[in-house]
């Protein structure tokens, strides 16, 4: 446990020292002296009392994701409101708990009275991640027309499902809207891979060429971050060339 602890304390550091723009000499005081490290930049760097609460939080909810759930739900029982229900079908769908996640996306959805873009959106998700293409497909067609569904994930999830069904045209139409530079790595080496399988091997190769020189100037963070998408993509060109 207190191994995890540590990794968790370390980790928070570090992401507030990036999404911060803190200066890159804290990296090494986090990484180089444990606990101690991460304390000394909490108290010079972070802390107030709000930012003590949160950091307690989310420390307990790396180290035990079902209690994020568990506190929801009384939140829920206490109070039956869109913005719980949708906090709790949030918190299902972080832990991978697809089927929860879906009955109370459903149940936002009831709340006509909303902008259910959002809820709408996730829920292709939490579908898409139990295979069931035809309700991806299904909702993706309430919320096509919304200005931002275009070039988005779910649009994306949207092409993924078509091409389950057998649509490859409409499919590829849909992939290709996220090939966007210096964003959706993973997603752009999928588009790839069915680029390559529908025999456009010069397009994909164009694709991975491109997300590989964009991995060149990627900061370390996003590095380690999308490691498993870089290395594949350099397996497949070295396969391809």
């Known amino acids: 446990m207190h191994y995890y602890l540590v990794l968790a304390l370390n980790g928070y550091c570090l992401y507030h020292m990036y999404t911060n723009r803190r200066p ?25 009392k709000r930012d003590a609460e949160k950091i307690t939080n989310e420390v307990v909810n790396i180290i035990n994701p079902t209690k994020k759930v568990k506190d929801l739900e009384k939140r829920l029982q206490f109070s039956e409101s869109y913005q719980n229900r949708l906090n709790l079908a949030e918190a299902y769908l972080e832990i991978k708990d697809y089927n929860n996640a879906i ?5 936002v959805l ?27 497909i299904f909702y993706t067609e309430k919320i096509k027309d919304h200005p931002e569904f275009k070039k988005s994930r779910t649009q994306f999830l949207y092409g993924l499902a078509l091409e389950r069904i057998g649509k490859i045209e409409e499919a590829e139409a849909n992939l290709r809207q996220i090939d966007i530079r210096y964003s959706f790595y993973e997603e752009r080496l999928i588009l790839a891979k069915f680029l390559l399988n529908i025999k456009k091997n010069e397009d994909a190769i164009e694709i991975l060429k491109e997300v590989n020189t964009e991995a060149s100037h990627m900061t370390k963070p996003n590095k380690r971050l999308y490691r498993a998408a870089i290395l594949e993509v350099e397996k497949l060109l070295k396969e391809l060339e």
Request: aromatic share 22%; hydrophobic share 40%; net charge negative.
């Open 24 to 48: 890159y000499y804290w990296f090494f005081i986090i990484m180089f002296v444990p606990v101690v490290g991460s304390i000394i930049y909490i108290i010079t760097q972070v802390y107030n």
């Open 103 to 107: 009955e109370h996306y459903l149940n």
């Open 110 to 136: 009831e709340d006509r009275s909303q902008n259910n873009f959002y809820a709408t959106k996730q829920l292709i998700e939490a579908y898409f991640n139990i295979e069931d293409s035809d309700k991806v």
